[in-house]
Structures are given as C-alpha cells and as structure tokens.
C-alpha cells in the first residue's frame, strides 16, 4: 500500500500521521504475507496492534482537533466514523487475546484496515481539505 501525494491535507501534523498509518497497515499486511509459520508472525502481529490501539486514538485526536479549529461542519459525522474504527480495533485486540493468538482474525483485521484506511483518508478527510480550501483557511495544523 504506497502513500500517494495526493492524500495529503495540506496539515503537516496530520499527513505525518497518515504516512505513518499507511507505513504501518503496509508493514503489518506483508508481515501476514510472509511465507513463514505463523509463530515467526506473531511478535510483529502484537506490535503492529497495539500501535494501532494508541496512535489511532492519537491521531483521531489530533484530526478532530483541527476540524475544530477550522470550523467543520461534518465533525460530529466525521467523530462517528473515528469512534466506530476505535470500537472495532479495540474489539479486535480483545477477541485477538480472547480466541488465542488466531491468523485468520488477522487477516481479516488486515484486509479490513486496509480498506478502511484507504477509503478513509481518500475520501472522507480530503472532505476537510475540501472545507479548508473553500472556507480560505491555513493548513498548519
């Protein structure tokens, strides 16, 4: 999953943030990828969620911040969407430890988060870069 140029906000702190999500969702997909023995897997598998556990909530925090300084009008909708990807990693993470360690339920948090992030900062964020413009608003976080 390669960072595209134009996923960028125009705010440094927020697109730093997003290279390093999709840094980290990559990393994480080719890890699952690896032909190797799932044992080989699991330390990085641990890792990579329980980033995903602080700097998801880190960022969502940053980003809601700064939709709120601008004056967003689709924040509430926008907070809704980041509390419901912050349940569902949570979630996971549980039934992760719950269930024993299980692949399969990484693959499918892999491929859903994939997606997630993708469609999530191609579409719905560039809606605040769209409202910033429109509004004549500074990009600087």
């Keep these: 999953?390669?960072?595209?140029?134009?996923?960028?906000?125009?705010?440094?702190?927020?697109?730093?943030q997003h290279r390093e999500l999709f840094s980290r969702v990559t990393d994480f997909v080719e890890t699952l990828r690896k032909p190797v023995r799932w044992e080989e897997k699991v330390d990085n598998v641990n890792q990579t969620l329980n980033f995903m556990k602080d700097y998801v909530v880190t960022h969502f925090h940053d980003e809601e911040a700064y939709q709120r300084?601008?004056?967003?009008?689709?924040?509430?909708?926008?907070?809704?969407?980041?509390?419901?990807?912050?349940?569902?990693?949570v979630n996971i993470?549980?039934?992760?430890?719950?269930?024993?360690?299980?692949?399969?339920?990484?693959?499918?948090?892999a491929g859903k988060l994939l997606?997630?992030?993708i469609?999530?900062?191609?579409?719905?964020?560039?809606?605040?870069?769209?409202?910033?413009?429109?509004?004549?608003?500074?990009?600087?976080?």
């Design 1 to 16: 999953m390669i960072w595209k140029e134009k996923y960028n906000l125009g705010v440094p702190l927020i697109d730093a």
């Design 115 to 117: 997606a997630w992030l």
């Design 93 to 109: 993470a549980k039934q992760y430890e719950k269930e024993g360690y299980q692949e399969q339920l990484m693959q499918q948090f």
């Design 119 to 141: 469609n999530h900062v191609a579409a719905e964020d560039q809606k605040i870069a769209s409202f910033a413009k429109a509004k004549g608003v500074e990009c600087n976080g």
């Design 69 to 89: 300084k601008i004056g967003y009008l689709e924040f509430e909708a926008h907070r809704k969407i980041h509390n419901d990807m912050v349940e569902y990693v």
